[in-house]
């Protein structure tokens, strides 16, 4: 299977952990992207990166959140001193070019849940 | 404010039924993206529409756009249980390269 896998699929900590998400994209891929989903929404922007830059960072991504693509290929979302809050699914997704239109393959995503 | 707003929001009719659900928008896309997305999974990508006006089918799925780039629709022909999910429409700003996303119509096809 060659499309984007996410680890670990569920993760549940205690308030103030903190919690680090891995996404692998599709290894031609060189768009990154996270967004985060809540029940019966749909998937909000947090960041993305064209190979290992870091082009965009939504105004949802408090400064507890960083995201790190260091070699341009796997990327990590760390969220510190997790709130209730960030109770969500965090999705990855890769683009294999700039044009949004060539669409993106989306990872299973990685559901937090912060007690 | 929602940039995408998707109608309606949730949707349950009969198998064989044809239904159509909408994506609007008062701000002009360089393309719309309709992905399905099941319980537990990521978005799947459906289609990708860029030009206004254009008109794209996938079998029972006939997807539009509208001639000022603002809105688009899905129609489905004959619903079947199979395509019970949430279906989300997904736009890209001029001058950005990013999309965003709509809150989704949940669709529930009863047997």
């Known amino acids: 299977d060659t499309g984007v896998s996410q680890d670990p699929r569920h993760k549940i900590t205690k308030r103030g952990q903190n919690v680090t998400f891995r996404c692998d994209p599709i290894s031609e891929h060189n768009r990154l992207y996270w967004y985060r989903q809540t029940l019966g929404q749909g998937p909000e922007f947090l960041t993305y990166?064209?190979?290992?830059?870091?082009?965009?960072k939504s105004r949802l991504l408090s400064d507890r959140f960083s995201a790190e693509r260091p070699k341009g290929s796997f990327s990590t979302l760390e969220i510190q001193r997790t709130e209730q809050g960030d109770s969500a699914m965090y999705l990855c997704a890769s683009s294999p070019g700039s044009k949004a239109e060539s669409g993106y393959t989306f990872g299973s995503g990685t559901r937090l849940t912060v007690v | 404010t929602q940039l995408l707003e998707q109608s309606p929001q949730f949707l349950s009719i009969q198998e064989g039924e044809n239904l159509t659900v909408y994506c609007n928008s008062s701000?002009?896309?360089?393309?719309l993206q309709w992905y399905r997305q099941e319980p537990g999974e990521g978005p799947v990508l459906l289609v990708t529409?860029?030009?206004?006006?254009e008109v794209k089918k996938l079998k029972r799925l006939t997807f539009q756009f509208g001639d000022a780039r603002k809105d688009s629709s899905l129609h489905i022909t004959a619903a079947q249980p199979g395509d019970t999910g949430l279906y989300l429409c997904a736009g890209a700003l001029y001058r950005d390269d990013k999309i965003i996303f709509g809150k989704g119509t949940r669709l529930h096809i009863l047997p």
């Open positions: 529409v860029v030009t206004g006006g």
């Open positions: 990166f064209q190979n290992e830059a870091q082009l965009e």
């Open positions: 701000s002009v896309f360089s393309s």
